[in-house]
């Protein structure tokens, strides 16, 4: 199998579209991306930006000049206040950007083979003993499990195109310059660390780099369905914090922190820190993927040490 010669990335700039392009351009692919600011438009041989406006319906179709394939992972953040325009900009970022990207294809007639898009595990109830599998049905009754359902449903568009599609039900996404891993060590760094809750919640991690990779894996053997992107051991919040601790060799001493407390802090969104999903990594790794961060600790030490 080998991979397109160019691809189209959609929230390229992102923290996991940032390292997707670096997998990318390791391996010699050319990279398009979309950005919504003119001053981000770069135009060096493999990495050639154009402009979109998702919001007034406006791409550059000629993004998709010589790409055969599409990354999708494009997205408001889920990591700030949900306040109810907020939340309509969650939903609307991931359903009304793949319509714009899909009718552009349509109108223009391109031709695009393969289509990768993020998607995540949020779609997946809560629960402390469920151990879920994309074959999964069930569908979380949170706002995210909300927000995934109609995102899948709306990247679902790319089929009819005549593309084969894949979705990567990401999980909880650890890096060293941004997302939850930051906020998770700032407290213990200081001193102050502490478990959510009672710490029982399953916390289905994955390193940054084998995600992008998974990504990368996906795109060259044309794989097809929806695919869990997480590291095969979850862990619960409680050992993940300890052992965050540990590598930082920092003591733990505060008592759990209580849900009603993150929740006067956070608002509505404190469930992503309560939320607990046990999610199988199998189905990646029947297709012969091999995880370079399988475990925690060794994640930790690469991102914190």
Sequence with gaps: ?????????TGATG????EIVKQCHAEGLAVHYLTTSKSKLSAEANYKGFYWNPST???DHT?????SAIINMVGASISKRWTSAYKKEILESRTKTAQLLQDTIKANNYKIDHVVSASAIGIYPSSQTNFYDESNSEVSNSFLGEVVEQWEQAVDGFKDLGSKLAKIRIGLVLAKDGGALPEIVKPIKMGAGAAFGDGQQWQSWIHV????????Y????QLEGIYNGVAP????????????ANVLQKPLILPNIPKFAMKLVLGEMHILLYESQRVSSQKIEQKGFHFNFANLRPALEDLLL
Excluded: R, W
């Design 1 to 9: 199998m080998e991979y397109p010669k160019t691809v189209l990335i």
């Design 15 to 18: 923290l996991i579209g940032q």
């Design 57 to 59: 319906q406006e791409i």
């Design 63 to 67: 993004c998709f000049e010589g790409v």
């Design 209 to 216: 780099k084998d995600l992008a990779s998974i990504f990368m």
């Design 218 to 221: 996906v795109l060259k053997h």
């Design 233 to 244: 051991n979850a862990v619960s919040n409680k050992e993940l914090t300890k052992m965050a």
